[in-house]
């Protein structure tokens, strides 16, 4: 068996002193259990390094929120892009009118039409470029902006930053 931590403690009260990231107290008893022994050991850790974990963390949270959004972007237009190829396919084959396929764009605009109005914030562009890398696969830049619903001047104003 690995070692385990078990618990971990302040060795003195810990006080929050409200507002962001306030602490007292420095050190934390820790005991770590293996399979023979028990051990308790004092580590010492400043506020400045636990308010750095927590600003971390946060930060690592806050990528993964949005990685998990821009997937859940891409498959929405992925499907709306099949949606909207077999409108057209229905079309084709005249399963429908050419009136019954311009009613059904007017009428169920966003089941079909992938708005390329996404707006970048910071660490957007590295985040799909994370997404993209993932995939395995080279996409030109039109599928790129299709999928995450960017505009293209807006890509290519920031390309260079992609990793894929």
């Not at 385990?4 to 507002?19: A, H, R």
């Not at 007292?24 to 974990?53: H, M, P, Q, R, Y």
């Not at 429908?96 to 562009?125: A, K, S, V, W």
């Amino acid at each position: 068996m690995d070692n385990v931590l078990t618990y971990c403690e302040p060795t003195e009260p810990m006080q929050f002193l409200g507002g962001d990231k306030k602490w007292i107290n420095d050190s934390f008893k820790v005991k770590i259990e293996g399979e023979n022994d028990s051990k308790l050991v004092t580590i010492s850790i400043t506020s400045n390094a636990i308010e750095d974990l927590f600003d971390q963390i946060k930060f690592h949270n806050h990528l993964n929120q949005k990685r998990d959004n821009y997937c859940v972007l891409a498959i929405n237009n992925l499907i709306k892009k099949n949606e909207f190829l077999q409108l057209n396919l229905q079309f084709a084959e005249n399963q429908i009118t050419e009136d019954e396929y311009e009613q059904e764009l007017e009428t169920n605009t966003d089941r079909y039409i992938i708005n390329l109005d996404n707006t970048l914030e910071p660490n957007d562009i590295n985040v799909i470029g994370n997404i993209l890398h993932s995939i395995g696969r080279k996409f030109n830049t039109d599928e790129v902006a299709e999928m995450f619903s960017i505009d293209i001047h807006t890509l290519n104003s920031n390309i260079k930053a992609l990793q894929f």
